[in-house]
């Protein structure tokens, strides 16, 4: 089928659905059970007018992780205006461990608070939400019914899975995260392209790699980088054996990026890493990295998506629905996209915007501290839910020991 005959084909199931949703009279009934929309407008279809009037005057506290000081800016700047713009008041309560606020969530529950909950949205992916799945904490069915939602691809499997979990419509994507490296061509011209390639620098350069110990999130990421090219036995092995070469003889790894940063900032490692793919924009703007500092993605560079939630249970799951749409709206993609901003790619199918959406994207100044998708390497979809936290374990004992 051809391009154009498939977005005819697309154009037309979004008037079907348009008109199913204006026959149903009610959102619920409009919403597609699950999946994340595949028409093309943004125009809110009649079902959600109902969810916009519920959500005028509610206000939605969104729990998320608050030790990013640029997405804290980012709300503070253009997500909480432009929901007061809709009449929703959003507050960030911010945390440190999205697996805290899940708890809360389940004690609710288990206390036998079925409405009224203190949590209405929740910045979440991976482990925490396969968890709320599978206790059954989420409200369903409700992230294909987005209007913006029209303008994600739905064969991006990323969108639709969260670590190897159907998300069923019961999450809403808003972030990506792609495992990028940064290195300073003066020092080091040409970076390892490859987990091997890592491995055998570390070799070369005794002292001069590193990454933080899993469960740390970054170094976490790498173990999962490295099992998905090297096989998990092969993988854990060679980490075991590369440790005496790896910075103060492997006796000590980072215990977090910020503390990678700043030993690579310092000069004492020739590599850094991070999933967040617009860290070294931030490093550079900090001054914990030099200005010479460059990004660079590996030849398999490890991906994933970061959702949106509504706990089942939430006090104004309404107000959550308005937030969780804004978040895909193309004008707060692009300015989450703007290196000037966050410089983090966006989750929407560009091809789905209209001329005056795509200039959005188009009016960034480009930044040599930032890569674009179309830098990373062949994209590598996140392992299970299930085998992260047995893998992060199985390094603890056979790598830690």
């Known amino acids: 089928m051809s391009r154009v005959l ?18 149903g009279g009610d959102e619920d ?20 007018d109902a ?14 992780f608050g030790g990013d000081a ?17 009449g929703v008041t959003l507050e960030q309560v911010p ?28 910045w979440i992916n991976g482990e925490n939400f ?19 939602a ?28 792609a495992l990028v490296f940064a290195h300073d061509p003066a020092r080091t011209p040409e970076p390892p392209a490859t987990v091997a390639g890592f491995l055998d620098y570390a070799r070369a350069n005794p002292g001069r790699v590193t990454f933080p110990a899993p469960p740390d999130f970054t170094g976490s990421a790498f173990l999962r980088l490295a099992v998905q090219e090297l096989g998990e036995d092969e993988a854990l092995e060679a980490l075991r054996d590369i440790r005496p070469f790896l910075f103060d003889e492997g006796r000590s790894q980072p215990k977090d990026e910020a503390e990678l940063n700043q030993l690579f900032g310092d000069g004492q490692l020739d590599l850094a890493m991070s999933y967040d793919p617009g860290f070294v924009q931030s490093g550079v703007r900090n001054g914990v990295f030099p200005e010479s500092t460059r990004p660079y993605a590996m030849e398999r560079t490890l991906v994933n998506v970061s959702f949106v939630v509504i706990p089942a249970n939430a006090s104004n799951p309404a107000g959550a629905r308005v937030v969780a749409d804004l978040l895909l709206s193309p004008e707060l993609q692009a300015i989450k996209a703007d290196p000037a901003v966050l410089g983090i790619p966006t989750v929407l ?42 893998l992060e374990e199985r390094y603890r004992r056979e790598v830690l020991r």
């Open 95 to 122: 945390i440190d461990d999205t697996a805290e606020v899940v708890q809360r969530v389940l004690s609710e529950r288990e206390a036998g608070r079925d409405s009224g909950g203190a949590v209405d949205l929740i």
């Open 150 to 177: 029209a303008l994600l691809d739905p064969a991006d499997e990323s969108l639709t899975t969260d670590f190897g979990v159907p998300t069923e419509g019961q999450e809403s994507p808003w972030s990506r995260a």
């Open 51 to 64: 969810v916009l009037a519920e959500a005028r005057g509610q206000t939605v506290r969104w729990w998320m």
């Open 29 to 48: 009934d409009a919403a597609p059970a699950g999946g994340i929309g595949t028409g093309s407008a943004t125009t809110a279809p009649e079902g959600f």
């Open 70 to 86: 640029r997405i804290n800016a980012y709300l503070a700047d253009h997500v909480i205006p432009a929901a007061a713009e809709r």
């Open 349 to 390: 199918d560009l091809g789905r915007l209209d001329d005056g959406q795509r200039a959005l994207f188009d009016a960034a100044e480009p930044s040599p501290y930032l890569i674009g998708p179309e830098d990373f390497g062949e994209l590598v979809p996140e392992l299970a839910a299930s085998e992260v936290t047995r």
């Open 6 to 23: 498939r977005l005819l084909v697309m154009v037309g199931l979004a008037v079907v659905l348009a008109l199913a949703a204006a026959c």
């Open 130 to 148: 396969a968890l709320g799945k599978e206790q059954g904490l989420w409200l369903e069915d409700w992230a294909g019914s987005l209007p913006n």
